[in-house]
């Protein structure tokens, strides 16, 4: 079956590194995605991984993915207030139409 | 902006009445979807479209629920009769639609409709 869990809270300082954990059932999962959705706002897509990579760096950004534990994560480095939000782990197949999402974890950053 | 957008942002209605929402998807994409998010719970997938025809639609789309996209650009999501239950965040999304590489999903700012 399909389905994608996330822890619901995570609160860290400024300043600290944050680490968002998600697992996913599917292993014919093939994309990988981190979305981010502030307050009365829409998802904006942060980055995404391919099944055949196990690691992705953008900026701030690290993306880990263990396949064998279907196991994802997201570390934001040197965390800044304006990082609070809800962060949603999503997954879809090759060719797929429908991504499926995480609850999403509510990161609060402490100043 | 070139991203995606939908009108309107808000909407109140009474049970029992219609509503319809717009979705006005990035301009190069084929694919256009629509996700139900209620609160404390990520989207849920609703239906898609490749092009102008309608190629899944989940469960969760009752009777009551319409999505069409006629020419292929825009898309319209209407709801007859509205309940209570139908209170949440509607959101559109578009991708390239163009292969695997690509179908990455850009999603629109929402629209939250509240049944009172």
């Known amino acids: 079956g399909e389905d994608v869990e996330q822890s619901l809270f995570l609160s860290v300082r400024e300043g600290d590194s944050s680490v968002i954990n998600c697992t996913y059932t599917?292993?014919?999962?093939?994309?990988l995605y981190w979305y981010k959705q502030e307050p009365g706002a829409g998802l904006q897509l942060l980055t995404y991984i391919f099944s055949n990579m196990d690691m992705k760096q953008d900026q701030r950004l690290t993306v880990l993915l263990n396949k064998k534990d279907k196991h994802l994560s997201l570390r934001i480095a040197d965390t800044q207030t304006g990082d609070s939000a809800i962060y949603f782990c999503a997954e879809s197949k090759a060719g797929g139409f429908k991504t499926i999402f995480g609850a999403g974890t509510r990161l609060f950053v402490k100043a | 902006d070139t991203g995606v957008s939908q009108n309107p942002r808000h909407k109140i209605t009474k049970r029992g009445q219609n509503v319809t929402f717009r979705c006005d998807p990035i301009s190069e994409h084929n694919r256009l979807y629509w996700y139900r998010q209620t609160l404390g719970q990520g989207p849920e997938f609703l239906t898609y479209f490749q092009n102008e025809a309608q190629l899944e639609k989940s469960r969760l789309l009752s009777d009551r629920f319409s999505a069409e996209r006629p020419k292929g650009s825009f898309s319209t999501l209407e709801i007859q009769r509205t309940e209570q239950g139908d209170s949440a965040m509607y959101l559109c999304?578009?991708?390239?639609?163009?292969?695997?590489?690509?179908?990455?999903?850009?999603f629109g700012p929402g629209t939250r409709l509240t049944v009172l």
């Open positions: 599917d292993s014919s999962s093939t994309y």
């Open positions: 999304a578009s991708s390239l639609g163009a292969g695997e590489w690509t179908d990455t999903q850009y």
